[in-house]
C-alpha cells in the first residue's frame, strides 16, 4: 500500500497498546487510539507522542464489549479518517480468582472484554476491509491461553478463545486480501504484568524459566504486532506467535 495507513488500536493510553500505537506510529501508521473514558488524560497524551512523531492520531472511547459502542466507534473513525487497514485488539482485563471462588462476574467481564471485545471490533471493520480487499488484523492472546496459571482459568480461556477465533476468522477473511494472526505476550512488565511480578520471588521464577533471563517490556510487544500489520506479512495468516523471551522453552 503507497497511502497512509490507518490503524486501530484498543487499549492504547497504556502498556503494551501504547508501545504497540507508538510502535505503530514510527513505522508511518496514522492511528485510531480506544481505551474506555476513565482513561481520557492518558489517551490523549499517547495521542499528543504521536503526533509529535509526524502521525495523526485520534482518540475514540469506546467499551469494547459493547456493540454500540464499537459500532459507534468505527462509524466516528471513518468520519474522521475514512477508513482502517490495520486492527490490533490489545484491550483486555485479568481478574485473579481461582475457580472453586470464581464470581460469575468476573467470568462474564474478562470473556467480554478479552473475547467478545475481539469479536466484535472485527465484526464492526470487516465490512470496511471487505470493501478496500485490504485488512491486517492482530489479536493479543497471552501465552496464558497456551498453558496458564492458577487463579486465571477464566483469562486462559478467554485467551484461548481469541486464538481459536483468529484460526477460523483467517480463513474466512483470506480470500478478501485480509489477514488475521494472534500475538501471545510472556510476563511483560505493565499494570496488568504486575500481577506475576509484584512479588520478588514469583518475579525470580518466571525470570528463571525465560530463554533470555529478563521480563518482558511493553516495546518487546510492539514490534512483531507491526509486522502482522505490515505487507512484510501479506502471506502469514492464521499464526499465532509467541513474544515471551522463550518461557515455554523450559
Ligand atoms: P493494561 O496495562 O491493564 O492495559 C490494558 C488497557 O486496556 C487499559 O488501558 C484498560 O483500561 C483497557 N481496557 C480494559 N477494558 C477495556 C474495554 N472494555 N474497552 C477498551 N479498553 C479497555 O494491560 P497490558 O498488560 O498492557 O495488556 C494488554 C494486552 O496484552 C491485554 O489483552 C492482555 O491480556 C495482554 N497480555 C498482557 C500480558 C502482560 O504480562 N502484561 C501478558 C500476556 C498478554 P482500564 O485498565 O482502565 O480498564
Given at each position: 500500500?503507497?497511502?497512509?495507513?490507518?490503524?486501530?488500536?484498543?487499549?492504547?493510553?497504556?502498556?503494551?497498546?501504547?508501545a504497540?500505537?507508538?510502535?505503530?506510529?514510527?513505522?508511518?501508521?496514522?492511528?485510531?487510539?480506544?481505551?474506555?473514558?476513565?482513561?481520557?488524560?492518558?489517551?490523549?497524551?499517547?495521542?499528543?507522542?504521536?503526533?509529535?512523531?509526524?502521525?495523526?492520531?485520534?482518540?475514540?472511547?469506546?467499551?469494547?464489549?459493547?456493540?454500540?459502542?464499537?459500532?459507534?466507534?468505527?462509524?466516528?473513525?471513518?468520519?474522521?479518517?475514512?477508513?482502517?487497514?490495520?486492527?490490533?485488539?490489545?484491550?483486555?482485563?485479568?481478574?485473579?480468582?481461582?475457580?472453586?471462588?470464581?464470581?460469575?462476574?468476573?467470568?462474564?467481564?474478562?470473556?467480554?472484554?478479552?473475547?467478545?471485545?475481539?469479536?466484535?471490533?472485527?465484526?464492526?471493520?470487516?465490512?470496511?476491509?471487505?470493501?478496500?480487499?485490504?485488512?491486517?488484523?492482530?489479536?493479543?492472546?497471552?501465552?496464558?491461553?497456551k498453558?496458564?496459571?492458577?487463579?486465571?482459568?477464566?483469562?486462559?480461556?478467554?485467551?484461548?478463545?481469541?486464538?481459536?477465533?483468529?484460526?477460523?476468522?483467517?480463513?474466512?477473511?483470506?480470500?478478501?486480501?485480509?489477514?488475521?494472526?494472534?500475538?501471545?505476550?510472556?510476563?511483560?512488565?505493565?499494570?496488568m504484568?504486575?500481577?506475576?511480578?509484584?512479588?520478588?520471588?514469583?518475579?525470580?521464577?518466571?525470570?528463571?524459566?525465560?530463554?533470555?533471563?529478563?521480563?518482558?517490556?511493553p516495546?518487546?510487544?510492539?514490534?512483531?504486532?507491526?509486522?502482522?500489520?505490515?505487507?512484510?506479512?501479506?502471506?502469514?495468516?492464521?499464526?499465532?506467535?509467541n513474544?515471551?523471551?522463550?518461557?515455554?522453552?523450559?
Amino acid at each position: 500500500m503507497t497511502q497512509s495507513r490507518i490503524a486501530l488500536v484498543t487499549g492504547a493510553s497504556r502498556g503494551i497498546g501504547k508501545a504497540i500505537a507508538l510502535g505503530l506510529a514510527e513505522r508511518g501508521f496514522d492511528l485510531a487510539l480506544n481505551d474506555i473514558p476513565k482513561q481520557k488524560t492518558s489517551l490523549e497524551n499517547v495521542a499528543a507522542e504521536i503526533a509529535a512523531m509526524g502521525r495523526q492520531a485520534k482518540c475514540y472511547f469506546a467499551d469494547v464489549s459493547s456493540k454500540s459502542e464499537v459500532e459507534n466507534m468505527i462509524g466516528s473513525i471513518v468520519n474522521d479518517l475514512g477508513t482502517v487497514h490495520a486492527v490490533v485488539n490489545n484491550a483486555g482485563i485479568l481478574i485473579a480468582s481461582e475457580v472453586e471462588t470464581l464470581p460469575e462476574q468476573a467470568w462474564d467481564a474478562v470473556m467480554d472484554v478479552n473475547a467478545k471485545g475481539t469479536f466484535l471490533v472485527i465484526q464492526a471493520v470487516l465490512p470496511l476491509m471487505k470493501k478496500q480487499k485490504y485488512g491486517r488484523i492482530c489479536n493479543i492472546a497471552s501465552i496464558g491461553g497456551k498453558h496458564g496459571a492458577p487463579e486465571q482459568a477464566h483469562y486462559s480461556a478467554s485467551k484461548a478463545a481469541v486464538m481459536g477465533f483468529t484460526r477460523v476468522l483467517a480463513q474466512e477473511v483470506g480470500p478478501l486480501g485480509i489477514t488475521a494472526n494472534c500475538i501471545c505476550p510472556g510476563i511483560i512488565y505493565t499494570d496488568m504484568g504486575r500481577v506475576n511480578l509484584d512479588d520478588p520471588a514469583t518475579r525470580a521464577i518466571w525470570q528463571s524459566r525465560t530463554a533470555m533471563a529478563r521480563i518482558g517490556d511493553p516495546e518487546d510487544v510492539a514490534g512483531p504486532v507491526a509486522f502482522f500489520c505490515s505487507d512484510d506479512s501479506a502471506f502469514v495468516t492464521g499464526q499465532t506467535l509467541n513474544v515471551d523471551g522463550g518461557i515455554v522453552l523450559s
